[in-house]
């Protein structure tokens, strides 16, 4: 394992550790919401992964609607929201300040790298060598400032839950209108599924399934109950479409990437190689349990709302629910799984 590899390995497993230990002695503690996230300064090998481009469109979208994201906060009992959310003015100022050094980084980086495309060419580039320098004392400066602020906004960015469509806390807009693209009926429905503003399409469509009326209600009812229920009963929230911003975990095998048929297309000019870490569907939690106990990390308690297919012969069918795990001492699975066929 490679000096970077360990650093990141580190790095993630304190963070986590010490999440989980003050999680099972505390209950005062707020609970880990996805912030699985390791800042592009401690590694240029992995930049790809830790150094992202960062699609400044969503960084807008963010910004924009902030009320919103703080409804989606809410609708799922995320106790730390008031955290992000007490001030409203300080975090757009944060958010316009990282869209701003992002701007700069990128168009410093350009700058750059165009210039020692000439100082190649050129037998007599003293003056190119100068320019070059202070272009790269700049880059160095902003970056400096970017990754300052990461520490603040990538963390919220990562714990931003899907968007749920439309409120239950709005009476009026229950209801919407839905125009079918292939029957031409006007049907009322309430869509059940999240939108995921980071990528091309959306886990739920108009091709997946419904829930109507008083279904879609009961339907957020009990994810409310049971999600307020699991962070009273110490479990901390693993969003699986989270962890996928955070293309931090290990998922697909690199052999067979290009046969992941749930794989997600990235809203960015990244190309498609960059995104073999991502990972959604059902093995999410799973994946994310296997990774804390590579780690040696044997305790805790965890959740999360996401989808799971069914694969038929002719569709993808996706099922939405809320799922929980306790990671245990593999000893003590075992002993546990025995007495249960005893």
Same mark, same amino acid.
């Given at each position: 394992m490679s000096f970077i590899n360990k650093l990141l390995t580190k790095t993630t497993f304190y963070r986590y550790n010490s999440t989980i230990l003050s999680k099972r002695f505390s209950s005062s503690q707020p609970s880990l919401q996805s912030s699985l996230y390791v800042s592009a300064k401690y590694g240029q090998e992995l930049s790809r992964v830790l150094n992202p481009t960062y699609d400044v469109n969503y960084i807008n979208h963010i910004l924009e609607n902030l009320d919103t994201i703080e409804q989606s906060f809410r609708i799922r009992n995320i106790e730390n929201h008031h955290d992000y959310f007490n001030d409203k003015n300080?975090?757009?100022?944060l958010l316009n300040d990282f869209i701003q050094h992002l701007t700069a980084t990128e168009s410093l980086k350009k700058k750059r790298n165009r210039l020692l495309g000439k100082m190649k060419k050129s037998t007599n580039n003293e003056n190119l060598q100068e320019k070059y320098q202070q272009f790269q004392s700049n880059l160095v400066e902003t970056r400096e400032m970017l990754f300052a602020l990461e520490e603040k906004i990538v963390p919220f960015l990562l714990s931003i839950p899907c968007e749920i469509e439309p409120s239950i806390r709005d009476e009026p807009k229950i209801i919407d209108r839905w125009q079918s693209n292939t029957s031409g009926i006007g049907q009322n429905y309430v869509r059940l599924g999240y939108l995921n503003n980071l990528y091309t399409r959306s886990i739920v469509g108009p091709g997946a399934n419904y829930l109507h009326g008083q279904g879609a209600l009961l339907y957020y009812?009990?994810?409310?109950m049971f999600s307020h229920s699991l962070n009273e009963s110490g479990y901390i929230l693993v969003n699986g479409l989270d962890l996928v911003k955070s293309a931090l975990i290990e998922c697909v095998n690199y052999r067979t990437y290009y046969e992941d048929p749930y794989r997600l297309r990235l809203a960015s000019n990244q190309s498609e190689i960059n995104q073999r870490l991502h990972l959604v569907g059902d093995g999410s939690l799973e994946s994310f349990c296997a990774w804390l106990s590579k780690q040696d990390i044997d305790r805790g308690h965890f959740y999360?709302?996401?989808?799971?297919?069914?694969?038929?012969?002719?569709? !993808?069918?996706?099922?939405?629910? !809320?799922?929980?795990?306790i990671l245990s001492d593999p000893r003590e699975s075992s002993k546990a799984m025995n007495e249960l066929y005893q």
């Open positions: 300080k975090l757009s100022k009812g009990l994810i409310d999360q709302i996401g989808s799971t297919y069914n694969h038929h012969s002719d569709r !993808i069918e996706q099922n939405h629910i !809320i799922r929980a795990t």
